[in-house]
């Protein structure tokens, strides 16, 4: 399984992006996927999870973010979206898509990284004040 996440760039604080990931090998639908970001120097935080087409599609979001990002998934393009409104200069990170196969996660193990057996590139999120 691969990830590829692309869509960052440079955007000035209010603004908006959209980020995707899309994988190959397996179908989006059939994992759970999940948005993380690492700040410079920060540890890599949970942002949004959508859950398998199985397990209802379900999504789960960081507190700090429910408002303002919003994760969805194109089966058809097999691409996870991460819609992200009312960027704030502290948005800027690098953002990770990531997947898991096989069993499906449990709830409270969403936004843990070590739930995730699969990981794209990163995609460089710079937001000016």
């Known amino acids: 399984v691969q990830l590829q996440a692309s869509g960052g760039g440079l955007v000035q604080a209010g603004g908006s992006l959209r980020l995707s990931c899309t994988a190959s090998?397996?179908?989006?639908?059939?994992?759970?996927v999940a948005w993380f970001r690492q700040a410079p120097g920060k540890e890599r935080d949970f942002v949004a999870a959508?859950?398998?087409?199985?397990?209802?599609?379900?999504?789960s979001y960081a507190d700090s973010l429910k408002g303002r990002f919003s994760i969805s998934r194109d089966n058809a393009k097999n691409t996870v979206y991460l819609q992200m409104n009312n960027l704030k200069p502290e948005d800027t990170a690098v953002y990770y898509c990531?997947?898991?196969?096989?069993?499906?996660?449990?709830?409270?193990?969403?936004?843990?990284?070590?739930?995730?057996?699969?990981w794209g590139q990163g995609t460089l999120v710079t937001v000016s004040s």
């Open positions: 090998g397996r179908t989006v639908s059939s994992g759970d």
């Open positions: 959508i859950r398998r087409r199985e397990r209802g599609s379900s999504t």
């Open positions: 990531a997947a898991k196969y096989g069993p499906s996660a449990i709830l409270s193990q969403l936004g843990n990284e070590l739930t995730y057996g699969y």
